[in-house]
């Protein structure tokens, strides 16, 4: 979908919450926004910034930074925050449960990749069998690259495969360089930069690409998502997703400079981004949640129920109702 017509799907999405007061204001565009640093949205906030989007869109949005993902999900939870950018697979369980949250929009298909050693090239998840594995082992990404495993490879990543915790990806792919690890699982940008390093090692699977190819559907391993009781504006949430539109238009449609930003706020080396982008390992992608984007994401959340990485449950309707399950 075409970023013209996903605001006019997402506009008429908001034209059905209506216009009646929030707690932020009829349409004052105040949001809490939580995030952390080092996550793959950080570009999109830098380059907002960069570019005055908040502005241009009238946008009032305060952004709430948590020391690691773990924490935002849990304050996520507790109501902390009015948004943030997440796993859609754990915040579906919790919805289940009772905890008031929705999906926005898509966000971003596939960022994480099977990286291996120098001595050896782990090309599917059959490769792995007796080999060591470091990953972050708790992430929403890996639950999903273990049910693909599972379900179209026999490989269970329990018993089958030695998988070693790691706090995050740049600490994963110093054991893969070292030879303590045959491969890692890991998010852009670690894998590049490791690349950069040492070109010994290679990116050899990923599994988003594998479901797409197997069930003809895309793999939105991070996606917006909302509180539907916090009072937010419908109209305010969708100039919201506006900014994150035009922030990754930017950023995709000029790598080169993309790259300078990176640098400059996240703190990455030089070329790292660029050559992220120009690959395609990592993508932006806000389409506000439609029919396609919701059975997209309960795909690949009934293949993890199946595959026991996640738990079974229905999924409530308002998980995937996106701007008009907000409350007014």
């Keep these: ?5 996903a605001s006019a799907v997402l506009a008429m999405s908001l034209a059905a919450c209506g216009g009646s007061s929030s707690s932020a204001g009829p349409d004052s565009g105040s949001i809490s926004f939580g995030n952390i640093p080092q996550a ?3 570009m999109l906030f830098a380059q907002a910034d960069q570019d005055g989007l908040w ?9 709430n930074q948590a020391p690691s993902l773990a924490v935002l999900y849990q304050e996520f939870s507790s109501g902390q925050h009015d948004c943030i950018f997440g796993d859609p697979g754990g915040f579906a369980i919790q919805a289940s449960q009772g905890v008031p949250v929705t999906v926005i929009s898509s966000m971003s298909p596939n960022f994480a990749y099977l990286v291996s050693g120098a001595t050896t090239r782990n090309t599917d998840p059959s490769s792995l069998v007796g080999k060591r594995l470091v990953t972050q082992a708790a992430s929403g ?3 999903f690259f273990s049910a693909v495993a599972k379900e179209w490879y026999g490989v269970d990543m329990a018993t089958g495969v030695q998988v070693v915790n790691a706090q995050d990806g740049a600490q994963a792919m110093a054991q893969v360089s070292a030879g303590s690890a045959d491969a890692a699982y890991v998010l852009e940008s670690a894998p590049t930069t490791a690349l950069q390093s040492n070109p010994a090692l290679a990116i050899t699977y990923n599994p988003a690409d594998d479901f797409a190819a197997r069930t003809g559907k895309t793999a939105w391993q991070t ?5 539907t009781d916090k009072g937010l504006n419908g109209a ?5 997703v506006e900014v994150f539109q035009d922030a990754a238009r930017a950023a995709l449609s000029d790598p080169a400079k993309a790259d300078r930003l990176a640098v400059e706020v996240t703190g990455s080396k030089p070329g790292v981004y660029k050559t992220i982008f120009e690959s395609g390992r990592l993508k932006y992608d806000l389409i506000p949640i439609n029919d396609k984007v919701a059975s997209d994401l309960q ?3 009934d293949l993890q129920q199946r595959a026991g990485t996640l738990q079974k449950a229905e ?4 998980f995937y109702a996106g701007a008009v399950a907000l409350q007014q």
């Design 55 to 63: 502005a241009k869109h009238d946008v009032k949005v305060q952004v």
């Design 40 to 42: 793959a949205s950080a």
């Design 315 to 318: 999924i409530p309707s308002s």
């Design 1 to 5: 979908m075409g970023w013209g017509l």
């Design 236 to 240: 305010a949430v969708g100039r919201l």
């Design 223 to 227: 996606v917006l998502m909302c509180r």
């Design 299 to 301: 795909t690949a959340i």
């Design 141 to 143: 990404t890996f639950k």
